[in-house]
């Protein structure tokens, strides 16, 4: 059965810490995104890889950084956490073969406080 | 630029009622269609999808969609509710064949509330 698994559920961090979410796939996916949600505003993409080692700005990249060093597996990176970076963060692994689907985590809420 | 647009926010549905969840695209090319249940606290679960072929599409948990390309809309619908449908639903549009790995647009999402 296909698995996305994000590292934590829940995360509490100060203003300013540095903050990793981790995201492993098992599927062997070439892309993988990261998503932004907040309540009335859907999913905004923040960064996608389509391979390993290489990275693409999404709609919302600013305060945010991406790390994909093994194929299997895509970290965001809070460079300095802000309250403003509160919010729901959901990881997709995606398959294209003539078409595309995403597979999805069971997502991070951050609270920076 | 493709986008989605959801025009409900909210939506009450008495149990047992019949459901139908709107959903509009606008796309530059030949669409790929989907729709995403999300539970509270949960990440996003596919319910159904359109690539092609047949314009009615079943997915699981009873839903269906159709795909309308004049209207630029593809609805979902169910019958009749259960009080473990209420969540959020995401319709998104997905990268053509040969387009970028960009994933897939999202709507703002629909808070589904089933009336007992």
């Known amino acids: 059965d296909v698995k996305v698994t994000q590292s934590s559920r829940y995360l509490v961090k100060r203003t300013g810490e540095k903050v990793f979410l981790e995201c492993v796939q098992d599927?062997?996916?070439?892309?993988m995104f990261w998503y932004r949600q907040d309540p009335g505003l859907g999913l905004r993409l923040i960064y996608f890889?389509?391979?390993?080692?290489?990275?693409e700005k999404g709609d919302i990249p600013e305060g945010y950084s991406v790390s994909r060093e093994k194929k299997e597996r895509f970290s965001l990176i809070l460079e300095s956490a802000s309250t403003n970076q509160t919010s729901m963060y959901l990881c997709?692994?995606?398959?294209?073969?003539?078409?595309?689907?995403?597979?999805f985590g069971q997502g991070t809420r951050l609270t920076v406080v | 630029a493709q986008s989605v647009t959801q025009p409900d926010i909210h939506i009450t549905v008495s149990e047992g009622a019949s459901l139908e969840l709107r959903c509009n695209y606008s796309y530059g090319a030949t669409p790929y269609l989907f729709w995403y249940v999300q539970s509270p606290g949960q990440g996003l679960q596919l319910l159904l999808k359109y690539f092609s072929g047949d314009t009615l599409v079943q997915g699981i948990k009873g839903f269906e969609a159709e795909f309308k390309r004049s209207q630029s809309s593809f609805n979902l619908r169910k019958p009749s509710v259960h009080w473990s449908d209420a969540a959020e639903y995401f319709c998104?549009?997905?990268?053509?064949?040969?387009?970028?790995?960009?994933?897939?647009?999202f709507g703002k999402g629909t808070h589904l509330i089933i009336q007992p």
């Open positions: 890889s389509y391979d390993v080692k290489m990275k």
């Open positions: 998104a549009v997905g990268p053509y064949l040969g387009g970028g790995a960009d994933g897939l647009t």
């Open positions: 997709a692994s995606m398959i294209y073969s003539g078409f595309a689907e995403a597979f």
């Open positions: 599927m062997d996916h070439e892309n």
